[in-house]
């Protein structure tokens, strides 16, 4: 059984900044890439950042230069440094990882979601 758990999540003005987190918990051989996602109202879940096991990142044009996605292997977490934000950054967030479990099968796991609200 493997779980992720995204913390972080608020309101805050246009222009500020966030740092989401995510840990994962379980039956954990290793992790893959981890990612954050986002949903916003009315809007299909969208791709935001990625991170390899090797620490290679790639983001979303809408987020470059504003997002950076970070991970503690040792940990088992992930985390989104947020800034600049804008209020079109509204939605849940959400924390995705590849995990080889400890049964040697390989899941992509989900995150319960995180809100961030954006006033401008």
């Known amino acids: 059984q493997v779980q992720l758990v995204e913390s972080g999540g608020g309101l805050v003005q246009a222009g500020g900044s966030l740092r989401l987190s995510c840990a994962a918990s379980g039956s954990i051989f290793s992790i893959n890439d981890m990612a954050w996602y986002r949903q916003g109202p009315g809007k299909q879940r969208d791709w935001v950042a990625v991170?390899?096991?090797?620490?290679?990142?790639n983001y979303a044009d809408s987020v470059k230069a504003r997002f950076t996605i970070s991970r503690d292997n040792a940990k088992n977490t992930v985390s989104l440094t947020m800034n600049s934000l804008k209020p079109e950054d509204t939605a849940v967030y959400y924390c995705n990882a590849h995990i080889i479990t400890t049964q040697r099968g390989t899941t992509s796991y989900w995150g319960q979601g995180t809100q961030v609200t954006v006033s401008s």
């Open positions: 991170i390899t096991s090797r620490g290679t990142t």
